[in-house]
């Protein structure tokens, strides 16, 4: 009896054990995060509170809201995916114009079935216009939805014959199979790279030195100066020419302006160095003469003074 005694406890508290580890694995995440007593933060200030008193939103629980989310997400966006893994898709169907004339179809079957005053040839008769109008509807709906179809399609001249024999690949506005026989024929190098000449900044600039307007410069590049004339290629390249000759003329009215700016600072500068100087001049021929008159009232004064000393002997 005693040794049961003593191995029972140690059975049961491995006997709970293994309970325990097994709920933990079956456990799914969303109860752990719910019963997870950390995840709890502390929202308002709790100084002022009173003892026994309960107030909504002073603990934040965010593993709840998370199951809640989750919860809401698979209940809206999870029906959504499912739908569209099995090809489940709402359609809206515009219904406005089909309605009432499907009224007046089922109208018209019912008082001809009933029998009314209308010939039955008169109902024919509208029964065929209500079904044109009908028909008219579907080709118009068919048009539309082609035409959004053929929205970001490249080949809509083909979408009616889509053979390969028909599609055609390019690289520069130009055909690939022209730039191959041309490979095969020797001549590798393109059009455009022969016809159309790169000038450089520096070239550009010193031919505007020279006097050389926009039309020279581009007759020199070899483009044609006609509009009609012109691939996509020539114009891109007249446009980058042209922007590039309105840059340069603005940077070269600037350094004649900084040109001219320098050259009548250092005039200004000269020529007030000149003023300084007659300047300088002027004060020291003016201090001059004041020192002479000076002089020349003292020796009068002088010889006053004598001639009085002489009188009183």
Do not use: C
């Not at 004339?101 to 509208?126: D, M, Q, V």
């Not at 000038?199 to 581009?218: A, P, R, V, Y």
């Amino acid at each position: 009896m005693t040794e049961l005694l003593n191995w029972y406890p140690i059975y049961w508290i491995k006997h709970n054990h293994a309970e325990a580890n097994q709920e933990k694995k079956t456990r799914s995440p969303e109860k752990k995060i719910a019963n997870n007593p950390f995840s709890t933060i502390p929202g308002k200030n709790f100084r002022n509170l009173v003892i026994g008193q309960r107030l909504k939103g002073t603990v934040k629980k965010p593993g709840q809201t998370q199951l809640r989310n989750i919860e809401r997400r698979k209940q809206s966006l999870l029906r959504e995916f499912d739908a569209i893994e099995n090809n489940q898709f709402n359609e809206f169907v515009d219904k406005r114009y089909e309605a009432p004339i499907e009224e007046k179809l089922e109208r018209l079957n019912t008082t001809s079935a009933e029998g009314t005053s209308k010939s039955p040839y008169a109902i024919a008769h509208e029964k065929k216009k209500i079904e044109t109008l009908l028909n008219r509807i579907h080709t118009q709906r068919l048009q539309n939805t082609k035409k959004k179809q053929q929205r970001f399609n490249l080949d809509d001249e083909n979408d009616n014959f889509p053979t390969q024999n028909n599609e055609q690949l390019t690289h520069l506005g130009k055909s690939i199979d022209s730039v191959i026989t041309k490979e095969l024929n020797g001549t590798t190098q393109d059009d455009n790279a022969t016809e159309f000449v790169s000038l450089n900044n520096k070239q550009m600039m010193e031919m505007i030195k020279n006097g050389k307007t926009l039309e020279d410069i581009l007759k020199e590049a070899h483009l044609p100066q006609k509009h009609e004339n012109k691939t996509r290629y020539q114009i891109t390249q007249v446009n980058v020419l042209r922007s590039r000759y309105h840059k340069l003329m603005k940077q070269l009215k600037m350094h004649t302006v900084a040109h001219v700016t320098e050259q009548t600072d250092a005039q200004f500068a000269e020529v007030k160095d000149l003023l300084s100087s007659l300047q300088s001049k002027k004060k020291l021929h003016s201090t001059n003469s004041e020192n002479d008159s000076l002089y020349f009232g003292i020796t009068e004064e002088e010889l006053r003074n004598d001639v009085r000393h002489r009188a009183d002997r």
